[in-house]
């Protein structure tokens, strides 16, 4: 398809009409940038849902309690941050752990 057959879309951030494919290619990059890598104490790379592992004890604060090493967390949630992950624990509400205390199973 050549340039003059292309179907040319209006850019509300530029405010420019620009082709349709130009378009895709800088929201596609606009994408990539805002993704953030979040990487477990070894450097495997975490999503959301996965399960991790402790790899060493932690004193959760407010709680009154130690998390011991090895503790299984199950279905982990990226909170946006390259060093915190959002998780579930019985008797522990909103758990917050670092990335780098944990290991991906």
């Known amino acids: 398809m050549s340039q003059a057959d292309e179907d040319y879309v209006y850019d509300e951030e530029s405010g420019e009409w620009m082709a349709a494919s130009e378009l895709a290619a800088k929201q596609a990059a606009v994408a990539n940038a805002d993704t953030v890598e979040v990487r477990d104490a070894v450097g495997n790379l975490l999503a959301d849902g996965d399960q991790v592992t402790l790899i060493k004890d932690l004193d959760v604060k407010g709680a009154g309690q130690t998390l011991k090493r090895g503790t299984l967390i199950k279905s982990i ?16 509400k909103g758990l917050v752990l670092r990335a780098e205390f944990v290991r991906k199973r």
């Open 77 to 92: 949630r990226l909170t946006g941050d390259a060093q915190e992950i959002d998780c579930k624990f019985d008797g522990i």
